[in-house]
């Protein structure tokens, strides 16, 4: 029976029954019942469903606003510093102070200053007499080495011709003894008993050895004449650019001299050896032969020959005498032509200590003509003080200051998430912190960093117009991407891990009407800041992005949509 009919049924009158009645009532009661029980399932539903505020996509930029502290340097610092040991009257720089050029920074105590340079200037003037003094003991010293080198030459000459007469008295002592033995042997013979064609022959022999000997000799005893005639070829065989003979030096000479004594030298020793070997020979024969000679003419002819082998000997010894003299003589000549040793170092640290001496003097009176005044070379922030009124200064820096005409930079450390947004020749502002701020600053470079690859380091370069500088200043930039299709509020994005999604509304018709639910998509994230991001992902243009909700959500759940505070 449907619920029309049933409303409309009307019991018949005449069959009223109790059942009738009581079905009648039935249905009514629980028409009642089925009435309270939706509206409590509707209070219940009201209370448990999620309540959800949300917002549709738009489309537009995502701002970056960068922020990054850092240090102000100077391009160009100054370093100022003054003679060492001075006293400090007053010090009027003070590290941060902003100085001008000419500004005066130190006040050096003039009398003490004034001692100094007089003390300066004495041991400069030390210095050049030592100097001076030495150059002249050089000069003596130079020409007492040339005398003694001249005295030299002329001892070895001399002490050649000693040598040389000594060996022509000794050689003509021999010859005598050798003209005796000959003329008492050939005086007191057996007339042509014997066949003397071998003695004759052997006497030729030991003649014309003689002969040669002599030749040699002769030749060794005019040594000086040989070595002038050869010097003489030298220096005409070299001609100078207008054709004439060119002196040969006292050591060209003295190898000539030595080279001719050698040659002669040994042609003397070659001849003596080939005279005694035929004398030998003819001194046998002779033993031979004389056996019938009588006692006295043998004893008589072997004197005059020991004579003459005794003068012989002497001979002999008076060439190798002349030998060992001129080698002696040879090396007391080249020691005396010896170079003196060089000192190249010390001459050079005498010429490094009198500059220094002079640097000295030159700056101690530079500072004493301004009255030992130091000043400010340029204009400039001082960074560093290093010396105290009342001390003495040092040979160290005494005062740093930055150069202000060469300008300032900024420096700072970016992680590499800020760093993506910044190029070289970008614009940026930087607050310097006692309420001025500098706009329209470039970027100078960004790298990465040496250290850690994950940031990059940034300059900025800060022109020299820049005024009431500090140490430290913060960078500030605004920094817009792309243009984006899709871009939600930030809280509408979450997280699951490595991963982002967001929560859409959907509207769904169920058997109780049409619900609201949301469902969960996997979303891209192009770009973000600190207030919204781009993404990308399978959603519908027009399509509300949950934005907050007072309960966990998940895929699917209905929500309640209110709007937002």
Same mark, same amino acid.
């Given at each position: 029976?449907?619920?029309? /009919? ?16 009581? &079905?009648?009532? %039935? ?22 469903? @999620?309540?959800?505020? *949300? ?19 100077? $391009? ?26 000419? +500004? ?20 400069? /003037?030390? *210095? ?10 050089? @000069? ?12 030299? =030459? ?89 054709? $004439?003979?060119?002196?040969? !030096? /006292? ?15 040994? +042609? *003397? ?11 030998? %020979? ?46 002696? @003589? ?14 190249? %170092?010390?001459?050079?640290?005498? $010429? ?5 001496? /002079? ?16 000043? &400010? ?5 001082? !960074? ?11 040979? +160290? ?10 300008? =300032? ?9 800020? @760093? ?10 930087? +607050? ?68 982002? =999604? ?13 619900? !609201? ?49």
């Amino acid at each position: 029976m449907k619920l029309k /009919q049933l409303m409309d049924f009307e019991m018949d009158k005449n069959e009223k029954s109790s059942l009738q009645v009581k &079905a009648v009532k %039935a249905l009514a009661g629980f028409l009642i019942l089925m009435f309270l029980l939706t509206i409590l399932s509707r209070a219940a539903d009201s209370l448990t469903i @999620a309540k959800v505020t *949300a917002s549709a996509a738009t489309g537009g930029v995502i701002s970056h606003n960068i922020e990054v502290d850092g240090n102000i340097t100077p $391009n160009k610092d100054i370093a100022i510093s003054t003679s060492a040991n001075i006293k400090i009257a007053s010090v009027e720089a003070t590290e941060g102070k902003t100085v001008k050029k000419g +500004d005066l920074l130190i006040q050096l105590d003039t009398a003490d200053l004034k001692k100094k340079l007089l003390q300066a200037q004495k041991e400069l /003037q030390v *210095a050049k007499a030592t100097a001076s003094d030495k150059k002249a003991n050089e @000069a003596i010293a130079a020409d007492m080495k040339t005398k003694s080198l001249q005295r030299s =030459y002329e001892d070895y000459n001399q002490t050649v011709a000693d040598a040389n007469d000594s060996v022509s008295k000794a050689k003509s002592d021999m010859n005598e003894a050798w003209n005796a033995y000959n003329t008492y042997k050939n005086s007191n013979s057996n007339s042509g008993e014997t066949d003397t064609t071998v003695s004759d022959s052997l006497e030729k022999t030991v003649e014309e050895k003689q002969l040669a000997y002599d030749k040699a000799v002769t030749n060794l005893d005019g040594v000086e004449k040989v070595i002038e005639e050869e010097i003489k070829k030298a220096e005409e065989a070299s001609k100078d650019e207008s054709g $004439n003979p060119i002196t040969l !030096t /006292q050591g060209e000479k003295q190898k000539i001299r030595e080279r001719v004594n050698a040659s002669l030298m040994q +042609d *003397a020793n070659t001849a003596k050896d080939a005279l005694t070997e035929a004398e030998n %020979a003819l001194s046998a024969y002779n033993e031979q032969q004389n056996n019938s000679s009588s006692a006295s003419y043998d004893e008589q002819l072997k004197t005059l020959y020991d004579d003459y082998k005794a003068k012989e000997e002497a001979y002999n010894e008076a060439v190798k005498q002349r030998q060992s003299t001129i080698q002696s @003589a040879n090396r007391m000549l080249e020691d005396a032509k010896a170079p003196e040793n060089v000192d190249t %170092a010390t001459a050079l640290t005498e $010429n490094d200590d009198l500059e220094e001496k /002079q640097l000295a003097v030159d700056e101690l009176q530079k500072v004493m003509d301004v009255n030992g005044k130091i000043t &400010a070379p340029s204009d400039g922030l001082i !960074t560093k003080v290093n010396v105290t009124t009342g001390e003495t200064t040092t040979e +160290d820096t005494a005062i740093r200051i930055s150069d202000q005409s060469a300008g =300032y930079k900024f420096t700072a450390t970016l992680d590499k998430a800020s @760093a993506k947004y910044l190029s070289k020749d970008d614009k940026v502002t930087l +607050d310097l912190g006692n309420g001025t701020t500098v706009e329209g600053l470039t970027v100078q470079s960004i790298d990465v960093s040496a250290e850690d690859k994950n940031s990059y380091e940034l300059t900025v370069s800060i022109p020299a117009k820049v005024k009431k500088l500090g140490s430290i200043a913060t960078l500030k930039v605004e920094k817009a991407s792309k243009k984006y299709d899709t871009c939600v509020p930030l809280g509408a994005l979450h997280s699951d891990g490595d991963k982002y =999604y967001v929560y859409v509304i959907n509207e769904k018709d169920t058997i109780l009407g049409t619900e !609201t639910a949301v469902d969960k998509v996997q979303v891209d994230i192009l770009d973000k800041n600190n207030e919204q991001a781009a993404i990308e992902g399978s959603f519908s243009w027009g399509q509300q992005f949950v934005l907050t909700s007072n309960k966990t959500l998940r895929n699917g759940d209905r929500v309640r949509l209110v709007e937002g505070e």
